[in-house]
C-alpha cells in the first residue's frame, strides 16, 4: 500500500454511531479533492437459501451456500455475515476514486512485500560524506517483556529491511549503528504506513428517520447486552499461540548473579574470578573479550556484547562500570547466526535498574515505537443461552472470517434466531479463483 499510496486504493464505507454520546458532527469536510464512486461488482452469484422465511425467537437457522452455474469451481476467503437489515450496505462493497488521471506520482517498488509478519526498513547516511552508506551493519532491539533482537545490512544503496515476524502490538524499540572508522552513520527509518493524505472527499453522518430508529434500537440492544451480560470476552488470538515464539537466546549456559559472591572492585576481576570460559585480552591498545568454546570456529567471529539486550561497542567504557550495578551476566559460548551475522558467542550484561548501568548510548542510537501486528480476531460467535428471563439482544447473529466454497457441494451454517423481532440480512462476500468478487445474500423474519 505505500508502493501505491492513497490514489490506488479501494475503499470501504462505514458509519458509525457512539451510543453513549448526543455530541453530532455537522460540518461538511471537504479536505479531499475526489468523490468515491461504487465498484461494480455483477450479478449475485452465490445462492443463499433456508428451509423457510420466517422463525420464532431462539429457533435455530439453518442456511446452505452453493455457487450457481456458469462460474469458478471454487470461492474462497468468504466472510458471512448475519445483522438486522439496513445494518450492512449490500447495494456496494468496495469504492474507487472518480478520476485518477491527476495522480501526481508514479508508482515505484521501493517496499517489499511482508510475507512474514511486519517489517523495518529504511537507509543508513554517512553523515561525513553526505551519501547513502553500504554494507552498514544495523541493530535493532526489541525492549520489554519479551526483548529480542535483529540484525541488518544495507545494501549498495544504503538501504535496508528485516522481518519482525513474531511481534504484535506496539513495541519499544532501540536502533544502534555498528561503529565504522572515520564515519558518522545516521540510520532513518521509513514510516509505517502510507504518510500521504487520503484525497477523497467525506462528509458527516446524515441518518434518515428509519436509519435513526434502527440506530436507536442497534444502541439499545448493545446496552442492555452489557447490563445483562456484562462485558465480552476477549475477542482476539495471540500469534504466540498460532506460532512457536523463539526468543532471542534461550535459558543462556552461562548465568552468573553477582549476589551469591562477594563483591569485585571491577569488571576484569568479575571475568577473571568469576565468569568461566570468558576473557579479557589487549590487543593494538584496545581490551576485546575472548569466548572460549569447543567449537574451534567461535574463534572467527566476533562476540556479540549486550548490555540489558541493547548492543555495545565501547568495550572500555562496558569495562569501566561498576560491578554493585549489575545484577548478572549472561554468555552463549558457541557460534550464534543471526540473518547474515555471525557471532563468536554473546555476553549479556543485565544491570540492576535496567538503565544500562549509567552507559551513556552509542553514537547514532536512538529509541522509536513501532507498530507490528495487530491481535488476530477469533472466530467465535456469542453463544445463545437458551430461553429464559434474559432476552438475547445480540445485533450479531453470525459472522465468520473464512469459508470455503466448491462447486460440487454446498457449505452450511447453524445460528439462533434473538430475540429482537425484525427482518435480519445474511451477506455472503468470497473471492473466486480468478480473482472476482462472487456474493449472495438472503432476509428472513423473526416474530
Not at 289 to 303: A, G, N, Q, R, W
Request: glycine share 6%; with cysteine.
Amino acid at each position: 500500500m505505500r508502493n501505491f499510496g492513497p490514489l490506488n486504493f479501494s475503499y470501504t464505507r462505514i458509519r458509525i454511531v457512539n451510543p453513549y454520546t448526543s455530541e453530532v458532527a455537522l460540518d461538511k469536510i471537504t479536505t479531499g479533492q475526489y468523490q468515491l464512486l461504487t465498484i461494480p461488482k455483477g450479478k449475485k452469484t452465490i445462492s443463499v437459501s433456508m428451509t423457510k422465511s420466517t422463525y420464532i425467537q431462539g429457533e435455530t437457522i439453518d442456511v446452505e451456500f452453493f455457487i450457481k452455474e456458469g462460474i469458478s469451481n471454487q470461492v474462497g476467503h468468504a466472510c458471512i455475515t448475519v445483522v438486522p437489515f439496513g445494518t450492512i450496505d449490500t447495494s456496494a462493497f468496495q469504492y474507487e476514486l472518480d478520476s485518477k488521471s491527476d495522480a501526481t506520482t508514479q508508482f515505484q517498488f521501493v517496499f517489499l512485500p511482508e510475507l512474514q509478519g511486519t517489517s523495518i526498513s529504511g537507509v543508513v547516511y554517512d553523515q561525513n560524506n553526505k551519501v547513502p552508506a553500504s554494507n552498514a551493519r544495523i541493530h535493532f532491539s526489541v525492549l520489554g517483556e519479551e526483548p529480542t533482537y535483529f540484525v541488518a545490512h544495507s545494501d549498495q544503496e544504503g538501504r535496508f529491511a528485516v522481518n519482525t515476524p513474531f511481534l504484535t502490538g506496539f513495541q519499544e524499540m532501540f536502533v544502534v549503528p555498528e561503529f565504522q572508522a572515520n564515519t558518522s552513520i545516521e540510520v532513518r527509518i521509513d514510516k509505517d504506513f502510507a504518510t500521504e493524505s487520503l484525497p477523497i472527499q467525506t462528509e458527516s453522518l446524515n441518518l434518515l428517520q428509519d436509519e435513526q430508529a434502527l440506530a436507536s434500537r442497534l444502541s439499545i440492544n448493545m446496552q442492555l447486552q452489557k447490563e445483562f451480560k456484562g462485558e465480552p470476552a476477549q475477542d482476539t488470538i495471540d500469534l504466540h499461540d498460532q506460532y512457536e515464539h523463539t526468543p532471542f537466546y534461550r535459558n543462556p549456559e552461562i548465568s552468573v548473579e553477582f549476589d551469591e559472591f562477594i563483591s569485585l572492585p571491577n569488571m576484569e576481576e568479575v571475568f577473571a574470578n568469576l565468569i568461566p570460559r570468558v576473557f579479557v585480552r589487549k590487543h593494538g591498545g584496545r581490551e576485546y573479550f575472548l569466548i572460549t568454546s569447543e567449537d574451534p570456529m567461535i574463534s572467527m567471529f566476533p562476540p556479540l556484547i549486550m548490555i540489558d539486550h541493547i548492543p555495545v561497542f565501547d568495550i572500555e567504557s562496558l569495562l569501566a562500570i561498576p560491578p554493585s550495578t549489575i545484577d548478572r551476566i549472561e554468555v552463549v559460548p558457541e557460534v550464534f547466526i543471526k540473518g547474515e551475522a555471525k557471532y563468536g558467542g554473546i555476553i549479556n550484561f543485565i544491570s540492576r535498574q535496567n538503565n544500562l548501568a549509567g552507559m551513556a548510548f552509542p553514537e547514532g542510537s536512538y529509541f522509536f515505537d513501532f507498530t507490528a501486528l495487530q491481535t488476530a480476531l477469533s472466530t467465535s460467535n456469542a453463544e445463545y443461552s437458551g430461553p429464559g428471563i434474559i432476552p438475547d439482544t445480540r445485533n450479531t447473529l453470525f459472522w465468520l472470517d473464512h469459508l470455503e466454497l466448491q462447486r460440487d457441494s454446498a457449505s452450511k451454517i447453524s445460528f439462533q434466531a434473538a430475540s429482537i423481532p425484525g427482518t435480519y440480512v445474511i451477506l455472503f462476500r468470497g473471492v473466486s479463483s480468478d480473482g472476482s468478487i462472487e456474493y449472495g445474500f438472503n432476509s428472513f423474519e423473526i416474530e
